[in-house]
Every structure is written in C-alpha cells, then in structure tokens.
Nanobody, 119 residues
Framework: QVQLVESGGGLVQAGGSLRLSCAAS????????MGWYRQASGKQRELVAI???????NYADSVKGRFTISRDDAGNMVFLQMNSLQPEDTAVYYC?????????????WGQGTQVTVPS
C-alpha cells in the first residue's frame, strides 16, 4: 500500500506561482512513476506532468514551459512548480503514483488540492 498527501494549493492571481508537494508513505520502494493530474469543474481528469523513477519527464502541452515536475532523491516526494498561472489552470490537482505490486501494476491517488486562479 502507498499513501499520498498533497499540499501547496491555494488562490493565486494570474501570472503568479505556486508549488505543490506530494509526500508518499508506505511501500515507497515499489513506486515507479509519479505524476500530477488535474480535474477542472465539469471536465475529465487530465495528465499535467509525470516523472519516471529515473527522472524522465513528460508534460501536457498546455503547461510546457510554465510547470516543472521534480522528485527528491529518496523517491518519496514529488513536486510541481507552477509559474505564469492562468485562469484555465484552475482545478483540483491530484498526485499519482504508479506502484509495482506482486499482483500487478496499480495506481494510487492523493486526496487532491485546489488551485484557483481568478479571471
């Protein structure tokens, strides 16, 4: 089992910055990729950024050049630095961890943290 706890959300004016953090606990040695997803009101959850165990990153086109995902050396924390925030970035942001279990690959999710950028 893996538990994920996010922090760092809030309200920020357009053009501002926020840094999200996600702390993993439990069977962290089994964690493979970690990432951030977001879900705006009335929309489907979408990938924002993902980072593999060896540091390879991938971003949604809408955040490239503005957001940066990183991971600590121990592999149990993932961060999302968000710059030049825009109203369309308003959403609940969820931390995700892909875990290799003996029974197969499983995704774990945090509880989500709200990011609001007023228009």
């Amino acid at each position: 089992q893996v538990q994920l706890v996010e922090s760092g959300g809030g309200l920020v004016q357009a053009g501002g910055s926020l840094r999200l953090s996600c702390a993993a606990s439990g069977s962290i040695f089994r964690i493979n990729a970690m990432g951030w997803y977001r879900q705006a009101s009335g929309k489907q959850r979408e990938l924002v950024a993902i980072i593999s165990r060896n540091g390879v990153t991938n971003y949604a086109d809408s955040v490239k050049g503005r957001f940066t995902i990183s991971r600590d050396d121990a592999g149990n924390m993932v961060f999302l630095q968000m710059n030049s925030l825009q109203p369309e970035d308003t959403a609940v942001y969820y931390c995700n961890a892909g875990v290799n279990l003996p029974s197969g690959y499983k995704n774990y999710w945090g509880q989500g943290t709200q990011v609001t950028v007023p228009s």
